[in-house]
């Protein structure tokens, strides 16, 4: 049997961020992914939104690791050259009646230190950033952003291997059970034994811990697959900064995004799933036009193609009361020494995943 002093399982932005910062604590660490290559589930078919703050239940791991995160993203990116663009964001009333649900979140955002320079704006000083816009009034988050994923992630496996860190591609584990100080992991006929274990599988969370042995099933939250599909738009767009509708149970609604190119896209909507099925129905363009149409009238629905489509490891489900808070789940919660569990990590994961790599390893070291 093969040793190490850590495994961390799964290879997106998450596992990855952790990963390195394992690696730069100065343990050797083996990353396994089941896939051909990192980052390709969740991770890959995201917004690339790097989120301000503004949305999460207050004193939770969400707005916690978000507000941190976005600093170290922001950070991280300048220093290593990583494509991203601080363009900012309104959150948006498209009705009076929405006014009040708008006020909750700026409240909240300034209570929380969410957000430097969040202003409210009346929807004649939102139409003057951008005049295509139709709102009766606006939140703008400068601190608001965008990222290319793909480029971070590489950033960061290539940091976290310059240390050390090794990743195994096409490596899923099939068992996991404790012999003395150590975690065996069983990956087909490969076996890895280590001091530490983080299970960051993403969509594969609640079936790794369970094929731990010891592991307390009741410790496992419920996995809730919530689909997003994203519409692209063909051409120019009028607007420099992202469009947010206020949340919806499961997300934060139909937005317009941009990425590092100036293409525009809409989404991510919300469907909850059985399965794991990433098309794209085109039939669902309607819908997205008649979202978009709320705050950008002059839209032609002829413009929309369908791009592409990502599944959220929501742990509340559509009955949910609130916002579904990240799981990070270390020895003291479910008992098992250097062992720790993420689930549930959806939006803002990629924003967060910077300080949720320094908070597991300060929960193992």
């Known amino acids: ?85 601080r363009i900012g964001k309104l959150t948006i009333a498209r009705e009076a009646n929405e006014l009040a649900r708008l006020d909750a979140i700026y409240n909240h955002a300034l209570r929380a230190g969410a957000d430097d320079g969040l202003l409210w704006m009346d929807g004649e000083q939102a139409r003057a ?14 601190s608001s952003g965008i990222v290319d994923s793909h480029a971070l992630m590489l950033s960061l496996l290539g940091e976290a291997e310059d240390h050390g860190a090794m990743l ?45 042995e010891g592991f307390d099933p009741a410790l496992i939250p419920p996995l809730h697959l919530a689909k997003g599909s994203y519409f692209t738009v063909s ?38 799933s059985e399965t794991r099925d990433y098309t794209v129905d085109p039939t669902r363009r309607d819908d997205f036009a008649q979202a978009a149409q709320r705050f950008w009238p002059d839209l032609d629905p002829e413009r929309l193609t369908p791009a592409y489509a990502g599944i959220r490891p929501n742990i509340g489900g559509p009955d949910a009361a609130q916002m579904a808070d990240f799981r990070i789940d270390g020895p003291d919660t479910h008992g098992l020494p250097g062992l720790v569990c993420l689930f549930g990590i959806d939006s803002p994961g990629l924003t967060s995943s910077l300080a949720i790599g320094d908070y597991v390893t300060s929960l193992l070291l």
């Not at 280590?194 to 731990?212: C, E, F, K, M, T």
């Not at 919806?248 to 896209?265: C, E, K, N, S």
Request: hydrophobic letters at 40%; one cysteine or more.
């Open 1 to 85: 049997m093969d040793k190490t002093d850590a495994i961390v399982i799964g290879a997106g932005v998450v596992g990855l961020a952790i990963a390195r910062s394992l690696a730069m604590a100065g343990l050797s660490v083996v990353i396994l992914e089941k896939e051909a290559s990192f980052g390709t589930g969740i991770s890959s078919r995201s917004s690339e939104v790097i989120h301000a703050g503004l949305h999460y239940p207050a004193a939770s791991l969400k707005e916690r690791l978000c507000c941190a995160g976005k600093q170290e993203l922001y950070a991280y990116c300048e220093s290593r050259k990583v494509p991203h663009h």
């Open 168 to 212: 195994a591609r096409g490596t899923p584990v099939t068992h996991i059970s404790r012999s003395g100080d150590l975690w065996r992991v069983e990956c087909g006929e490969t076996e890895i034994g280590s001091s530490i274990l983080v299970n960051a599988a993403g969509l594969d969370a609640q079936a790794v811990a369970g094929s731990i």
């Open 129 to 142: 950033l951008e005049p295509a816009l139709d709102c009766t009034a606006a939140l703008l988050s400068p």
């Open 235 to 272: 051409g120019k767009v009028p607007f420099s900064r992202l469009i947010y509708p206020l949340p919806i149970t499961g997300g934060l609604g139909v937005h317009l995004t941009l990425d590092m190119g100036g293409q525009a896209r809409f989404g991510p909507d919300v469907e909850w």
